[in-house]
């Protein structure tokens, strides 16, 4: 669970100064985009990602470290 950085979170969080506060609530400093999220997917579908099951992937900039 967190926040992917999307005109809606945009929205829902008051416009850039907003979002300013909640990255610099992110553990890693910035907000996750969707191609952040993209290439997590793709990393799973990939070969390399063979050996990996039954996981959850919390692409969150360290917000929940579970």
Do not use: K
């Not at 990939?46 to 917000?63: I, K, M, P, W, Y």
């Amino acid at each position: 669970q967190g926040p992917t950085d999307t005109h809606r979170v945009r929205d829902m969080n008051g416009g850039d100064s907003g979002v300013e506060a909640v990255r610099r609530a992110m553990p890693l400093g910035r907000i996750p985009t969707p191609l952040d999220v993209a290439r997590v997917g793709l990393f799973l579908l990939s070969d390399a990602a063979r050996e990996v099951t039954g996981q959850v992937v919390h692409v969150n900039g360290g917000l929940l470290m579970p």
